[in-house]
């Protein structure tokens, strides 16, 4: 197979990075994409950096197994820790959803007050605040910006169980989110992949005035971007998509067919990968 026919790999911890898959494909439909979800083990928001990187590290030999060109580190929280181990140790491209999302939060605040919400490990982890304002300082803004990070646990569970616009996912994000009403902020980065599912409840609650970051389209251009640039860009005519989870695959397909459609989850097996 020619290196840019290989397919890109995209791991997540559940559910969640279909948002990147959906950006991807929108993007580059000629891209065959294998997709690992680890729901046997969702959420990785709440585990210890040593646990997150001890898994982060299992899907990343599993996909490298499977041939492809790049690697996509679909979750935030994985991003957050284990993504400069991951470039240390697999000699294939990796994108984490961090640094892109950040770039996109810089490029659109007028006020200077950015809001970022994710996992109690992303946020922990000060990774968005360190991204933002070192993308700041590149542009000679870091003295005027402000990050107000704040952690959002339970939308993971409510995307991974469908609930996107229901009375519970309002709720939830109006107990969340309401400290971000009328403080100034006027970007709100989606910190998590799992949260894109949950935009309309997020943005009717913010209020149209604060702009939502998407860390799913943004790391969508930097793929597009990276291939162009390495001259990795596909131009198959039998792009194929094969996903792959770590326990309840009916739940996967239910959910996943929500966003990607009724055709979009391809093939999609169980696998174990505690052996990696």
């Not at 000629?30 to 680890?38: A, H, M, T």
């Not at 939308?155 to 100034?184: C, R």
């Not at 998407?214 to 131009?235: C, F, H, Q, Y």
Request: with cysteine; net charge positive.
């Amino acid at each position: 197979m020619k290196e840019k026919d290989k397919p890109i790999g995209i791991f997540d911890s559940g559910v969640g990075g279909l948002t990147v898959v959906k950006e991807i494909t929108r993007h580059l439909p000629n891209e065959s994409i294998i997709y690992l979800g680890d729901t046997a083990r969702v959420p990785y928001g709440i585990k210890s950096p040593e646990t997150v990187i001890k898994y982060s590290r299992q899907n990343a030999k599993f996909l490298k197994e499977k041939g492809i060109k790049l690697l996509v580190v679909a979750c935030n929280t994985s991003s957050a820790v284990s993504l400069p181990i991951l470039r240390d140790e697999i000699d294939i491209p990796v994108i984490g959803v961090i640094e892109p999302g950040a770039r996109a939060a810089v490029r659109c605040t007028k006020t200077g007050r950015i809001g970022v919400i994710g996992t109690e490990a992303t946020v922990k982890s000060g990774a968005y605040e360190k991204a933002i304002l070192q993308g700041a300082r590149g542009k000679g803004q870091g003295a005027r910006l402000e990050v107000i990070a704040k952690p959002c646990p339970l939308f993971v569970p409510l995307a991974e169980e469908g609930w996107f616009e229901n009375e519970v996912a309002e709720m939830t994000a109006e107990i969340y989110l309401k400290s971000f009403k009328g403080n100034g902020v006027d970007v709100l980065v989606l910190g998590c992949t799992h949260y894109p599912l949950l935009k309309k409840t997020i943005q009717k609650t913010v209020g149209n005035g604060v702009i939502l970051i998407d860390s799913a389209e943004e790391t969508a251009r930097e793929v597009e971007g990276l291939l162009k640039e390495k001259g990795l860009i596909s131009n198959s005519e039998s792009a194929v998509k094969d996903f792959y989870v770590t326990d309840n695959p009916e739940r996967f397909s239910k959910v996943g067919k929500v966003f990607l459609g009724e055709n979009g989850l391809g093939r999609l097996s169980i696998v174990d990968i505690s052996s990696y």
